[in-house]
């Protein structure tokens, strides 16, 4: 017997319990929260994220072209205009080479993307991939992990000038836009969602594109802990072989 549709509160409620899965609970990230990691560690983490950053203006164009209706279009276009900035030398990228260079990399060597993980950019461009060939309100669906965000930069804003004092503060200005852009976000894109996906099998079907994205989120660190935690860089056993 087929089950009925949740009611949009069940259905919020069921996004929102997600959260058990989101990328906060990682090893990678808790050892960050308990202020564990060394100075290597978090570049290897910010030069990684770096990757993804640049490339969610290109994901949320992505979902634009795809997308008929022009008031969904103005109200997203905002997020790429988060990122990139309205100038050279604002918005949320240039911010966070600021972090970037708070934590001792340069500009050039981000920009340069020589410290990124093959698994962080298979994860990263699996993410455009899916929005670029994305029904446009399953890419919508897919930002939906930003119910969870506002934590985790709020964590950092607390927990990083205490616990990694050598940080210039001044680099965390990232963070603290998220916290309120994230919020404004979600309450579009989970309107939109709330609304779409009104069937039990739709609503299934976004249960399981957010899982996707927290499966994505998941991977990148994992891949940062094998390189930075195990010492497990790739191909660090290349020489051994014959």
Same mark, same amino acid.
């Not at 990684?48 to 279009?73: G, H, S």
């Not at 990228?93 to 340069?112: N, Q």
């Given at each position: 017997?087929? +089950?009925?549709?949740?009611s949009?509160?069940?259905?919020?409620? @069921?996004? +929102?319990?997600l959260?058990?899965?989101?990328?906060?609970?990682?090893?990678?990230?808790?050892?960050? @929260?308990?202020?564990?990691?060394?100075?290597? =560690?978090? +570049?290897?983490?910010v @030069?990684n994220?770096? %990757? !993804?950053?640049?490339?969610?203006?290109?994901?949320?164009?992505?979902?634009? @072209?795809?997308?008929?209706?022009?008031?969904?279009?103005?109200? #997203?276009? =905002? +997020?790429v205009?988060?990122?990139?900035?309205?100038?050279?030398? $604002?918005?949320? *990228? $240039?911010? #966070?080479?600021?972090?970037?260079?708070?934590?001792?990399?340069?500009r050039?060597?981000? &920009?340069?993307?020589?410290?990124?993980?093959?698994?962080?950019? /298979?994860?990263?461009?699996?993410?455009?991939?899916?929005?670029?060939?994305?029904? #446009?309100?399953?890419?919508?669906?897919?930002?939906?992990?930003?119910?969870?965000?506002?934590? *985790?930069?709020?964590?950092?804003?607390?927990?990083?000038?205490r616990? %990694?004092? #050598?940080?210039?503060?001044?680099?965390?200005? !990232? /963070?603290?836009?998220?916290?309120?852009?994230?919020?404004?976000?979600?309450?579009?894109?989970?309107?939109?969602?709330?609304?779409?996906?009104?069937?039990?099998?739709? =609503?299934?079907?976004?249960?399981?594109?957010?899982?996707?994205?927290?499966?994505?989120? &998941?991977?990148?660190?994992?891949?940062? %802990?094998?390189? !930075?935690?195990?010492?497990?860089?790739? !191909? /660090?056993?290349?020489?051994?072989?014959?």
């Amino acid at each position: 017997m087929q +089950r009925k549709p949740w009611s949009k509160d069940e259905f919020e409620t @069921a996004l +929102r319990a997600l959260d058990r899965r989101y990328h906060i609970h990682h090893p990678y990230h808790r050892m960050m @929260a308990n202020g564990e990691l060394d100075p290597e =560690q978090i +570049r290897g983490w910010v @030069a990684n994220r770096f %990757y !993804y950053q640049v490339t969610i203006p290109r994901k949320d164009a992505a979902l634009m @072209a795809n997308c008929p209706d022009p008031e969904t279009r103005r109200l #997203w276009v =905002q +997020r790429v205009l988060d990122h990139d900035g309205g100038a050279p030398g $604002e918005g949320g *990228i $240039e911010a #966070w080479v600021r972090l970037g260079e708070a934590c001792g990399l340069d500009r050039e060597e981000l &920009w340069s993307m020589r410290r990124v993980l093959p698994g962080v950019r /298979f994860a990263v461009d699996a993410y455009l991939r899916f929005v670029r060939d994305a029904e #446009w309100h399953e890419g919508v669906c897919s930002s939906l992990t930003e119910l969870f965000a506002p934590r *985790i930069h709020r964590q950092r804003l607390e927990n990083w000038p205490r616990d %990694y004092p #050598w940080i210039d503060a001044g680099g965390l200005e !990232y /963070f603290r836009k998220r916290v309120t852009q994230a919020n404004r976000d979600v309450e579009h894109g989970l309107a939109v969602t709330l609304e779409w996906f009104n069937s039990a099998e739709m =609503q299934q079907r976004a249960m399981a594109i957010v899982q996707l994205k927290l499966d994505i989120l &998941w991977s990148m660190l994992d891949a940062m %802990y094998m390189a !930075y935690v195990l010492e497990m860089p790739p !191909y /660090f056993n290349e020489g051994e072989k014959a």
